[in-house]
């Protein structure tokens, strides 16, 4: 994150786009660094964190998780302390700003916020993708999410969401286990063009 914000600039007319280069950027790179640890460590334990990056809950503990819990408690109480500036944010960065929020740190707090928690959850159960895109865009078509019933809401349907997920995954094939990264992407993939197909088609 200090790597992003640092290639990004302070400019606010560029920092969301320069934010997207660097970020895309960035993954790459950390993506080659992995690929040549991988290429140098024993098969076994290639197999091991391949099965991790694609995301899995076969190693979860109730011992585990008292530090995430406590990391997600702590964030979850900071953004919802903060959901009239996040609200404001939505109308965009001029709006924000007459409103009386300082933009560019409001912006890093709670990308620093949202770094730590989805560190915090990945270094447990490895990559899972499209959740925190797809649980929010469809509990927006029923309720503002501008609200705190709105935000815990949320992130109510995304744990309900994993838990089947994560049924799924152990009961689709007999005798093995599918990572849960594998079928959020599926789902998350056809969610999203669905939701294109329709924008594309929906009446001016």
């Known amino acids: 994150m200090v790597m992003l914000m640092l290639i990004s600039g302070r400019r606010q007319s560029q920092q969301v786009e ?15 660094f992995t690929s040549l640890l991988l290429y140098h460590t024993d098969p076994q334990a290639v197999t091991a964190v391949l099965f991790w990056t694609m995301g899995s809950f076969s190693r ?8 995430p819990t406590c990391v997600i408690s702590t964030c979850i109480i900071f953004m919802l302390a903060y959901r009239r500036q996040l609200n404001a944010m939505l109308l965009g960065d001029e709006s924000a700003t007459t409103l009386g929020i300082k933009v560019n740190r409001f912006r890093i707090i709670m990308l620093l916020l949202s770094s730590l928690i ?9 990559g ?16 503002s999410q501008g609200t705190v019933f709105g935000i815990v809401l949320t992130a109510l349907i995304g744990g309900i969401f994993m838990i089947w997920v994560d049924i799924l995954s152990r009961t689709l094939l007999e005798n093995q286990e599918l990572p849960v990264g594998v079928i959020t992407a599926a789902t998350g993939s056809l969610f ?10 929906r009446p001016s």
């Open 192 to 201: 999203f063009l669905t939701l294109l197909y329709f924008r594309k088609n």
């Open 18 to 32: 320069s934010m997207l280069l660097a970020g895309v950027a960035l993954s790459f790179l950390f993506s080659s």
């Open 118 to 126: 989805t560190a915090t959850l990945v270094s447990m159960c490895g």
């Open 128 to 143: 899972i993708g499209f959740v925190g895109l797809m649980i929010p865009h469809i509990v927006r078509f029923f309720i």
């Open 60 to 67: 979860a503990q109730w011992e585990n998780l008292l530090f």
